[in-house]
């Protein structure tokens, strides 16, 4: 079955980085669009960016525009994402997710998530 495993979360500074990665099983990762979602606590699930299928397109939310970035590979199946210059604002579980749509910022477009891995940013 499809799985797909989040790793790299932790506790950081304001101001530091994390690199997340997300490991992907059971589909074919090189035809699927990934993305990464986040969820803060009492707030509902957003968007935070998307690539395409081979990775010459990406997507941020105005959030984190300039500050993370997104790459995969697809000979090992995984994509990241790349968190400078974090907040506490920042500080959510942050979920990959699989799409059929390259790029979408819809989670109703995904199809496949992982459990989600927590990042906590103090100030």
């Known amino acids: 079955q499809v799985q797909l495993v989040e790793s790299g979360g932790g506790l950081v500074q304001a101001g530091g980085s994390l690199r997340l990665s997300c490991a992907a099983s059971g589909l074919t990762f090189s035809v699927y669009g990934m993305g990464w979602f986040r969820q803060a606590p009492g707030k509902e699930r957003e968007f935070v960016s998307s690539i395409s299928r081979r990775g010459g397109d990406t997507y941020y939310a105005d959030s984190v525009k300039g500050r993370f970035t997104i790459s995969r590979d697809n000979a090992r199946n995984t994509v990241y994402l790349l968190m400078n210059s974090l907040k506490p604002g920042d500080t959510a579980v942050y979920y990959c997710?699989?799409?059929?749509?390259?790029?979408?910022?819809?989670?109703?477009?995904?199809?496949?998530w992982g459990q989600g891995t927590q990042v906590t940013v103090s100030s």
């Open positions: 997710a699989a799409s059929d749509r390259p790029g979408s910022r819809y989670q109703s477009e995904y199809a496949y």
